[in-house]
């Protein structure tokens, strides 16, 4: 693990799959999105395993399970085993599990991905809040879950039965856009109760412990589109991130990122893991990237030519830089829209 999570754009003199032993790769924007593979994933993972990085699959969604996500994987002509996948399903089946007794009931409100990995901790999943369950447990479980699902957990939660969920993300990138994903849905059984749940998934620890006990990672690299789960979970965890600009991050966003959101590199797509990371340097008032420098005043400004990318690491350097510890509020409106962005 790195020795200390770094908050501003870094550079690396060698490609990311040499200068890490494994990638801990989001699945959602960032391999695929709405089921069909992101444009340069499937060539990018398979040349970087070639050279020898260890490829782990972690995501929050605990609707299927890891051999039909292993499957799905293979089919788009990357292939995986199931013990390459690490779900939140299987980060709160443990964690329910080390507060319950063994063979405990659990009222499973979700898909097959959470009655698998409860099963796997020797706990027995039931569908009703008159079954007696010892916990309750919320993931995602797609757009067909009905009303009476919620109301279900609602009436084991206002009981008391303790309340897990597998993760909180509020939306999740499907085929035709943004869509709702369990954290609105955790949300509909917190308002009607006044609960808080025990939460397993990325950005909290009990996901990152699931993935390094599973992969054995000794110098892992979170790979991410999402600056809440995916980026604050290796800030959480003490180790480097890549953010792709694939899924639900784009450059306004970065650049307004608080520290816990701000990632190690910055690159388009997963080709990015397989160059080096152009080195940002201070110039002055500001910070160099490739042909840009960005200086931080009551306004963003941006001098240069060349690359996108270079252009916004140079950016979120100046702004991260100027706003210290907490979340960049000066107007980037104009340097973003040389951009592009």
């Known amino acids: 693990m790195s020795e200390g999570v770094r908050t501003r754009p870094e550079g690396s003199g060698r ?13 959602d924007g960032v391999v695929y999105a709405g089921g069909n593979a ?66 405990a009931r659990v009222l499973v409100i979700g898909g097959e991905g959470l009655r698998v990995a409860l099963r796997e901790r020797g706990l027995t999943p039931v569908e009703s809040a008159d079954d007696d369950p010892a916990a309750v447990v919320q993931g995602y479980g797609g757009p067909d879950l009905t009303w009476s699902r919620f109301a279900e957990a609602s009436y084991a939660v206002a009981r ?3 309340w897990f969920a597998s993760n909180t993300d509020l939306t999740i990138p499907s085929g035709r856009g943004i869509a709702p994903g369990n954290g609105a849905a955790v949300e509909v059984v917190r308002i009607a109760t006044g609960a808080e749940p ?17 992969t054995g990672a000794e110098r892992p690299l979170v790979v991410g ?8 979970g290796a800030f ?27 990632p190690t590199y910055v690159d388009a797509d997963l080709r990015g893991l397989l160059t080096g990371q152009p080195e ?13 420098t960005a200086t931080a005043a009551d306004r963003l400004e941006l001098e240069g030519d060349g690359e996108t990318l270079d252009g916004l690491r140079a950016l ?8 210290g510890d907490g979340s960049c509020e000066l107007d980037g409106e104009k340097a973003l829209a040389r951009l592009g962005l």
């Open 316 to 323: 979120c350097a100046a702004a991260w830089t100027a706003a």
């Open 15 to 27: 490609p990311l799959s040499e200068a890490y032993d494994t990638a801990l790769l989001d699945l």
């Open 236 to 262: 959480n965890g003490g180790v480097d991130s890549l953010l792709v600009l694939t899924g639900v991050t784009d450059g306004p966003k970065l650049l307004a990122a608080p520290p816990q959101h701000r």
């Open 38 to 103: 992101i444009a340069h994933a499937v060539e990018s993972l398979e040349r970087a395993r070639a050279g020898g990085m260890h490829l782990a699959y972690v995501t929050n969604n605990a609707l299927r399970t890891p051999d039909v996500v292993a499957d799905h994987l293979t089919e788009l002509g990357i292939p995986t085993g199931a013990d390459d996948v690490i779900t939140s399903a299987q980060a709160v089946a443990r964690l329910i599990s080390e507060q319950v007794p063994a063979g």
């Open 280 to 292: 940002i340097t201070r110039e002055g008032d500001g910070f160099r990237c490739g042909g840009w």
């Open 198 to 214: 025990q939460v397993a998934g990325k950005p909290l620890p009990p996901m990152h412990r699931e993935t390094i006990l599973r």
């Open 225 to 232: 589109d999402r600056l809440d789960t995916d980026i604050e």
């Open 160 to 162: 008391g039965v303790p």
